[in-house]
Structure formats: structure tokens, C-alpha cells
């Protein structure tokens, strides 16, 4: 009698979503119980309308012991990492790998000890492609406010939602990291497969959405790409390096991701012009070169300003010191066009430079509270920078204040002059040593000269005293006697000046 034919078992198994790993492991843990050999399990992944369709169907909310599978195999420490990454990688054979590499691992001593085995090195790879998608995703999901127009995710009071396509089912594994980080905003992510929503208590995963369903761009992230433009180095761009970080696929959804064309375009060119001008700085330091250099260093202005808005509009395409190019935009005076005394401050800061208005950050804020203690309403003056472009210096991608060199405020003074000539102020505060010095031509000691006036050749008197920013660097014991003395100098301005 010839032998029965070995029956082969089985196994199709369900699990009740793409990121199911608790599933996974329990029905992994049955199988191993039952003997069922890798190749005979069917891992499936039910869809939404399978999982509801089959009530009975694994439930990935039922609790388990987080590693209850190392009951029967004890599996080695590498293995929790890994299978919790490579779990969620898109490869459909993903459950199938893990389970072999359990099953393996129950009686082959030499694979926990092998991590060049091909199945080892898989997983790893897959499990390393995870955390790279997810690391993508705390760093390009870019939130756009809602405005209006989304009545049923305002109503449930979502204010921030962003759109995202990752590569792998990794949305419920990298939505704790949103959830610390934005932890006061109300917001949503969205992706083809998976939608989560914070508000501000836990978090609720759902279906995936359309791109649609996320609001198109703002005004914000037109600030966003104005700044990110404006601190692009050309001198530093790597394209194969800035690929690998910030690969092509998820450039569609970045807004930034719009302006690397034209910018890496003209990088060569911006760069050659950034040697040019620093090559031209250096040598104008060294007084032997400096006369021949001196050509290069003519200011391009070709006719002068008639109006404070003509004016306006030629300080937009400065490039007379290299400032220009690595500021968000130009900051021009403002205030009222025929003001009888005028505010001059060194340049503008870092808010300034983002909102395009002179004092508008702490600095700004300070002179504010000055200007209201002395009764000046800031409107009846007029506000403005010795030096038209905030200078900064990047600290990884905080933009550190650097004071103007003299040969830059030089190259700014022309349009300086041009103000106090179009707005005819009687007087002039200097504040600080920039200012001073643009107002007087000479170097100003501060400290010494303050509240006192000086008459230009010109007529114009000005007043010195110190900037805003030397207060706000004081401490508070001495901060509070300096700003009553700060205003004591102004007071002399407003008897003086402001009759
Ligand atoms: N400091 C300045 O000198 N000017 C500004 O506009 C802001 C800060």
C-alpha cells in the first residue's frame, strides 16, 4: 500500500490593518503553538469594508502583553526593534519575513548570532527604510491653518491640518512625536491611508483622505518661503546631500521644495557674486589695495529717489554691500513723511527683517513703551535704520544680530541721507554708535556724548543717546535706572525738538 500523502496545513491569517503588530504578534504566537511552518501561513491584511464586513475578525484593540510571542521563543533583543519597524514597512511579504525569522529563531542557535543571515538583513533594511520615512515625517509635515472654509473639521475644532504621503503605514507610530511637539494646536494630519487628529487631549486615527481635503497655501507659508530664500547659501549648496535628506518624492508636498529649482539655478552665480564681494571686502581692508578696489565699491545709484516711495522701491534692489542678498528684504523708515524729528537706528533685527517694518521686535517694543511715557504718538515720527538690510550670522538656524561693518553702513548712508532730505526733520536722535556715526561722520563715543545735540553742517541737529538693544542687555537691577535715564535724553528731544 503506497503511504497517505502528507496533508499540508494551511493558515490564512488576518490581521486587521496595515500597522497591525499586535495582531501580527498574536498570530504568530498561535501558529508557532500550532506547528504551522512559514510557508504555510497566508498573512492578509483585511481592507476597511473586509474588516467590517467579518465582525469577527482579529481586533487589534483586544489587549495583549506587548511581547507575549517571547512566551514560546525566546526571541533574542535585537528582534523587538526590529519587527516593530519592519512591521510597518510596504512591502506586503513584511509578515511573512518576521514570522520566518520567529520561526527560525525557535531552534537555530547561529542566527542570533548572524547578522549577515539574508532574512536578518532584510528585515533590517526594511526596518531601516521605516525609521528614515518616519524621521521624513517630523521633518517636512509642514501644518497650514484652516480658514473658514473646512466647516466640519472646525467645528470639531481643528485649526492646523497637514498633508502628508508616506512611504510606509507609519502614521500611528509617528503621530505620538506631533502630539508632544505640537502639543497646544489642534490639528490634523492627513495621508492617502491613514488620517489622525490631535485635539489637544488624545489622539484618533481614521481613514485616509484626499490632498484636497488639506487647505491650500497662506500667507504664513509665503513668509516661510520668503525667509527660507533669503537664508539659502549658495556657497553651501550640496544637491547630492540635500537629495538624500530631503528626497525628491517628498517634494511635492514641501513648500519650500518650489524654490530649490531656481534657487540651486542660480547658485553659481550667487556664489561667484558672494566671492567677488567678500574678495572685494577683504582687500579694501588692506589700505595699499584699497584705491584700486575702490571701483567696485561705487555705488550703482544712478539717479536719486524724488519720493519716499521711489526711494522705497530702489533700496529693494540694493546690492551695494553683501547684506542685501542674505536678508528676507529691504526695511525701509516709516512713520509720518514730513515728521519733525526722525528716529535713527542702527538696522533692523530679525522681526524686522520677517515684517519688512523698522522696530518692530524687543527692541521696537521697549522704544514703544518709551514713546507712550513720553507722550509721543509713534505716528507723528518717522522711524528708521542707519543700515537698510538686517546683517545676521547663522547658528545652525538661529539668525545671530551681527553689527554692520563701516563699510556697509557707509554704502547705506547715501540712502539715509536721502530720507532726511525728502523728510526734512527738524531734529534727529541718533540711537546708538551706527546711527551716531551715520548722522555726525565720525565715530561717536555714546556713553560720553549722549543727550547732547551736535548741529550738522547742514543745519540738522541731532541728539545721541543709547539703542534700545543696550538696555535690553542690561540686567534687571540696572535695566530699570538706565531706561529712566534712557528717556531722560529723549525728554531732551521733546523739549526741543518736539514744540
Ligand atoms: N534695532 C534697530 O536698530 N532697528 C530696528 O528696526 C530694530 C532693532
Not at 44 to 55: C, H, I, N, S, W
Not at 74 to 102: I, N, Q, T, W
Not at 169 to 182: G, S
Not at 245 to 272: F, S
Request: charged share 25%; net charge positive; with cysteine.
Amino acid at each position: 500500500m503506497s503511504p497517505m500523502p502528507k496533508v499540508e496545513v494551511k493558515r490564512e491569517v488576518w490581521l486587521g490593518d496595515e500597522a497591525d503588530l499586535d495582531g501580527f504578534r498574536r498570530h504568530a504566537r498561535e501558529c508557532l503553538k500550532d506547528g504551522i511552518e512559514p510557508s504555510q501561513v497566508e498573512w492578509r491584511v483585511a481592507t476597511r469594508a473586509e474588516a467590517e464586513l467579518f465582525g469577527n475578525m482579529p481586533n487589534s484593540d483586544e489587549p495583549t502583553a506587548a511581547h507575549e510571542s517571547t512566551t514560546l521563543v525566546k526571541v533574542p533583543a535585537f528582534f523587538v526593534p526590529l519587527s516593530e519597524h519592519a512591521a510597518l514597512h510596504a512591502d506586503p511579504g513584511r509578515f511573512g519575513l518576521l514570522y520566518r525569522l520567529l520561526w527560525r529563531l525557535a531552534d537555530d542557535n547561529a542566527l542570533r548570532h548572524n547578522p549577515l543571515d539574508a532574512d536578518r538583513q532584510q528585515a533590517e533594511h526594511m526596518a531601516r527604510s521605516v525609521r528614515r520615512d518616519m524621521h521624513k515625517m517630523t521633518a517636512f509635515v509642514r501644518f497650514r491653518p484652516l480658514a473658514g472654509a473646512y466647516g466640519e473639521a472646525e467645528r470639531e475644532g481643528i485649526q492646523h491640518v497637514a498633508w502628508f504621503e508616506p512611504e510606509h503605514h507609519i502614521v500611528e507610530a509617528t503621530a505620538p512625536f506631533f502630539a508632544r511637539r505640537f502639543a497646544q494646536m489642534h490639528w490634523a494630519i492627513l495621508t492617502p491611508e491613514r488620517s489622525v487628529h490631535w485635539d489637544g487631549e488624545g489622539l484618533t486615527f481614521g481613514p485616509g483622505a484626499n490632498r484636497g481635503d488639506a487647505p491650500p497655501a497662506d500667507a504664513a507659508e509665503q513668509l516661510w518661503l520668503t525667509y527660507y530664500a533669503s537664508i539659502f547659501n549658495p556657497a553651501r549648496l550640496k544637491l547630492a546631500m540635500m537629495q538624500k535628506e530631503m528626497p525628491r518624492r517628498y517634494w511635492k508636498n514641501l513648500p519650500e521644495a518650489a524654490l530649490i529649482r531656481p534657487l540651486t539655478a542660480g547658485a553659481a552665480q550667487r556664489e561667484h557674486t558672494m566671492i567677488e564681494q567678500s574678495a572685494a571686502e577683504s582687500l579694501r581692508r588692506r589700505p595699499a589695495a584699497s584705491k584700486a578696489l575702490a571701483v567696485v565699491r561705487r555705488p550703482i545709484v544712478v539717479h536719486a529717489p524724488g519720493s519716499l516711495a521711489e526711494l522705497r522701491s530702489m533700496t529693494e534692489r540694493c546690492r551695494e554691500c553683501p547684506i542685501g542678498a542674505h536678508a528676507t528684504q529691504v526695511v525701509n523708515g516709516e512713520g509720518n513723511e514730513s515728521a519733525p524729528l526722525m528716529l535713527v537706528g542702527e538696522q533692523p533685527g530679525d522681526r524686522e527683517d520677517l515684517r519688512g517694518r523698522p522696530f518692530v521686535g524687543p527692541a521696537g517694543q521697549l522704544l514703544n513703551r518709551a514713546l507712550e511715557q513720553l507722550g509721543w504718538p509713534r505716528d507723528r515720527l518717522y522711524l528708521t535704520n542707519a543700515v537698510k538690510h538686517f546683517k545676521f550670522e547663522l547658528r545652525g538656524k538661529r539668525r545671530i544680530h551681527k553689527t554692520p561693518a563701516q563699510q556697509e553702513a557707509a554704502a547705506c548712508l547715501h540712502w539715509l541721507e536721502r530720507e532726511i532730505a525728502l523728510v526734512k526733520p527738524d531734529a534727529a536722535i541718533a540711537l546708538g554708535a551706527t546711527a551716531a556715526r551715520a548722522l555726525l561722520g565720525r565715530a561717536v563715543p555714546v556713553v560720553k556724548e549722549r543727550g547732547q545735540w551736535f548741529t550738522r553742517e547742514d543745519g540738522l541737529r541731532v541728539l545721541i543717546t543709547l539703542h534700545p538693544s543696550a538696555l535690553l542687555r542690561m540686567g534687571a537691577a540696572e535695566h530699570e535706572s538706565a531706561f529712566r535715564q534712557w528717556l531722560a535724553d529723549l525728554a531732551v528731544a521733546a523739549r526741543d525738538a518736539l514744540r
